[in-house]
Nanobody, 128 residues
Framework: QVQLVESGGGSMQAGGSLRLSCAAS????????MGWFRQAPGAEREGVAA????????YYADSVKGRFAISQITANNTLYLQMDGLKPEDTAMYYC?????????????????????WGQGTQVTVSA
């Protein structure tokens, strides 16, 4: 079993910054690659960013490229998402994800069906 606990969400005005954190515990040998998804009301869950530390690879959705940065401290299995230049359309519940096949990060694809473990989510609300 893997437990993922997110923190760092909140409300922010457009143009502001937030940093999300995700602490992983449990059977960390099954973490594989990790990433972040988000889901706005009435919308499907979409992949935002993922990281493959062993290969120095990252993936970003086009909508967040240049504004968001994913990082991971592998020593303690903590994942981060630095979000700068926030826009109202970034408003969503953000989910930490683990157990992602690392080849999907290399291939530049991030699908919720590939995720093995989910966090409970943290809300991000951006006002205009």
């Amino acid at each position: 079993q893997v437990q993922l606990v997110e923190s760092g969400g909140g409300s922010m005005q457009a143009g502001g910054s937030l940093r999300l954190s995700c602490a992983a515990s449990g059977s960390t040998s099954s973490l594989h690659c990790m990433g972040w998804f988000r889901q706005a009301p009435g919308a499907e869950r979409e992949g935002v960013a993922a990281i493959y530390p062993g290969a120095g690879r990252t993936y970003y959705a086009d909508s967040v490229k240049g504004r968001f940065a994913i990082s991971q401290i592998t020593a303690n299995n903590t994942l981060y998402l630095q979000m700068d230049g926030l826009k109202p359309e970034d408003t969503a519940m953000y989910y930490c994800a683990a157990g992602i096949p690392c080849l999907t990060v290399v291939a530049g694809a991030l699908w919720s069906a590939d995720v093995g473990h989910w966090g409970q989510g943290t809300q991000v609300t951006v006002s205009a």
